[in-house]
């Protein structure tokens, strides 16, 4: 979810997704933020977010239990971040975590959807509901909201692993009594604090800039936008 810039205390505030559409297009980021103009957006599906709450409430049940839900055990580093209270913190887009870069005068936040705790190291963890299966690729559009999570976690004190997990819920068949099945693929990523730093400073020097030029793989910036 992509927050606009704010004047308060002067500092432009970004998200992971929002620092996402810098990464896609800059053009439309730069419009967006600098002219209020935004991409057409169509009906949002709520499906992913009904499973994004399910699915923290089973995470949860196990949290209580000290365990690790058995489809992720032996799959991942560590346990469940034990401290319930934190992990509702870190859910909420309001408390979650933040950190001001002095550098580039913004401010950087985000909610994890769950955190493993191996020894003294924190590991973020995003679900993500897909209607097929993994294409080779398909993760590599979420490296930079997992490089965001770790940037954050570091800059408030957190000491970190330099990877993440992506945790894949993809349904299979619907069996007897509406259950459906799903097949849990478990993908772990390296993260890099500092590719998230960099781009947070580039996505604010170019809206101190003119208006980028086109991009050429943005289906936003080939059609109807000749007159921007």
Known sequence: ?????????NQLKFSPTALNLFLECP?????QYNKGIHRPAGIFPSLPGGMDIVIKKYFDAYR????????IEGKVDGRLLPDM???KKWRNWRSGLSFADAECGAI??????DCLLDEDKYIPVDYKTRGFDLKEDSSNFYQNQLDCYTLLLEENGYAHANHAYLVYYIPKEVLS???????????KMTTNPERARQTLRFAVQSLKGEI???HSRCAYCAWGLEER
């Open 1 to 9: 979810m992509a927050k606009n810039s704010s004047a308060e205390n």
């Open 27 to 31: 053009r439309c980021f730069w419009l």
């Open 64 to 71: 209580e239990k000290g365990l690790l839900p058995p489809e």
């Open 85 to 87: 209270e934190l992990m």
């Open 108 to 113: 950087l936040s985000g909610a994890l959807d």
């Open 177 to 187: 009594g509406s259950k459906v099945r799903f097949d849990v693929v478990v993908k």
């Open 212 to 214: 980028p030029d086109k």
